[in-house]
């Protein structure tokens, strides 16, 4: 008969310790493979747990894992710390770019890409003035380079510009009125479209210089009640232009005689001329005439352009259209040249504008100008003409560009009896 299976403790106690090795080997396997799932979740124990669990009998290896899990927290929470003013900041920056408009999305493009100009020292602004001057001296005549208070003669360029000639008016006046040293020894003065106006009238009758400005104010604002402004049928802008000087220009033109040098383009050939001698008064004008024509914005649709001789000696008779379409700023190897222009860039009496991103540079006629935004505005402006404000701002801006040219060359020199 088989033998009865005796279920006491007792007899479960003897049986393991008469089993086989192999048996208590396994069973020391699965002790100690239940004592390490106890240390992997030790961290989650409390001691009531533990007692519980230990049948109120608490092992030096248990308070030993408590303590180094304890241990283990703390560094764990010190080193994991953050920063409560980082947490704001990290919120402030999410809730600017949740921002669903188009502004906090500019802003962060910007941010990203780091395009935000920094703001420059004086000493920084001085700096970059240098390196623009070099770079402007090192593409004219070589005569440029030459400091202004040893020079005996001079000549005065002053560029096409449209209804922006208010910046040649208040550059003119400032020259009769601080640059005596220049006006001396003026030997020759160019011009360009609305330039060589203003360079006629300086030669030939500088007292006439703030009438002059009057009747370009005048017409700024004819222009501005106009619905197409100068490209209104029937509106011819030439014809009321020319009163700019045809009312004020004296019978005897000689003192014009090789010195005014007047820019036109040749039609046909797209070539420029500087023309220089005048058979008479009205070939003077007719010379005006043309170095401001702007085909179908002067005159109008179909309208014929002046017929002019390129000199009175060849009587090389040529369509000639704006100067400026070839040579807008007329510079000589020969002769001190101070060009004047109301657009930035390499003429020497010009508005300054810094640049922000990338100082790009294009030539224009002859003419380098800056590649920015406001050159682009005093373009528009000087086809169509902005209020009489505007206008009287250019004058301004002229008038206190060339004070500081005269001053930064030391040559300032008013007439004698004027104050200061």
């Not at 479209?193 to 002059?212: N, Q, T």
């Not at 259209?321 to 040249?337: E, K």
């Not at 050159?375 to 004070?403: E, H, M």
Request: neutral net charge; aromatic residues 8%.
């Amino acid at each position: 008969m088989p033998a009865e299976t005796n279920h006491s403790p007792h007899h479960s106690t003897v049986s393991s310790e008469g089993s086989s090795p192999s048996s208590r080997t396994r069973i020391n396997t699965r002790r100690s493979s239940s004592s390490h799932s106890l240390e992997r979740f030790h961290f989650h124990r409390t001691p009531q747990t533990e007692r519980k669990h230990s049948g109120g009998e608490r092992t030096d290896s248990t308070n030993s894992l408590t303590l180094q899990s304890i241990s283990t927290a703390k560094s764990s929470q010190s080193s994991y710390s953050i920063d409560s003013s980082s947490l704001q900041s990290v919120s402030r920056t999410s809730a600017d770019d949740s921002t669903p408009t188009w502004r906090a999305s500019v802003r962060r493009i910007v941010s990203v890409l780091n395009l935000v100009p920094k703001e420059k020292t004086p000493q920084e602004k001085e700096e970059e003035q240098k390196l623009r001057e070099q770079g402007m001296f090192l593409t004219r005549p070589a005569i440029c380079r030459q400091p202004l208070k040893s020079v005996s003669r001079f000549c005065i360029s002053l560029s096409g510009c449209g209804f922006l000639g208010s910046y040649h008016f208040g550059a003119v006046n400032c020259f009769m009125r601080n640059g005596q040293h220049v006006l001396s020894r003026l030997e020759r003065v160019s011009g360009a479209s609305a330039g060589s106006l203003v360079a006629s009238i300086l030669l030939l009758v500088p007292e006439k210089l703030d009438p002059a400005l009057k009747v370009l104010f005048d017409l700024g604002e004819e222009l501005i009640h106009l619905n197409f402004g100068a490209l209104t049928p029937g509106y011819y802008l030439n014809e009321r232009l020319i009163k700019i000087v045809d009312d004020f220009l004296p019978q005897d033109i000689s003192k014009a005689q090789g010195r005014l040098y007047i820019s036109v383009t040749r039609r046909k050939e797209r070539t420029n001329r500087l023309i220089c001698h005048f058979s008479s008064r009205e070939h003077l004008l007719q010379c005006l005439m043309a170095s401001c024509y702007i085909p179908m914005y002067s005159m109008g649709y179909g309208a014929e352009p002046p017929h002019i001789d390129g000199d009175f000696v060849t009587m090389d008779f040529q369509a000639c259209i704006d100067g400026g379409y070839t040579n807008n700023l007329p510079d000589f190897d020969d002769i001190r040249t101070i060009t004047v222009s109301p657009f930035s860039g390499h003429a020497e009496i010009s508005p300054r504008d810094e640049a922000n991103f990338f100082d790009w540079k294009m030539t224009v006629s002859n003419q380098i100008m800056n590649v920015n935004l406001q050159n682009i505005v005093r373009g528009a402006q000087a086809l169509f003409p902005p209020s009489r404000a505007v206008i009287q701002s250019y004058y301004d801006l002229g008038y206190k560009d060339t004070l500081k040219f005269l001053i930064k060359h030391d040559i300032v020199q008013r007439p004698q009896g004027t104050e200061v």
